[in-house]
């Protein structure tokens, strides 16, 4: 992340999102708004790397002056890559979609 040109930090206000059954809004809404981002920047040719839960969330909060009432949720550098990795290989449909039963 150091050499990225730039980082996005994904910020979410809890106060200001929905819930239900005690399950807060802000972390689903958040993570689908930054793999739109992936997903988008990975079309341009940019290079990106989800960072989440592998930060200290007070640093980057003092670095950026967030305001302590607002979650930094996860960030992402973005930039060219300098290499392009191979494509993973993936497991077989049927270890990872069920139908209609478990």
């Known amino acids: 992340m150091a050499e990225a040109p730039a980082i996005v930090v994904g910020c979410a206000h809890p106060e200001l999102s929905g819930s239900e059954f005690d399950q807060q809004y802000y972390m689903l809404d958040l993570g689908i708004a930054m793999e739109h981002m992936v997903l988008a920047a990975a079309e341009q040719g940019l290079g990106t790397c989800w960072i989440g839960g592998q930060f200290e969330e007070e640093t980057v909060k003092n670095v ?32 990872v979609v069920s139908f209609e039963k478990w």
């Open 64 to 95: 950026l002056g967030v305001p302590e009432d607002v979650r930094v949720v996860a960030l992402t550098p973005l930039g060219y890559p300098n290499e392009t990795p191979s494509p993973k290989e993936r497991k077989p449909m049927k270890e």
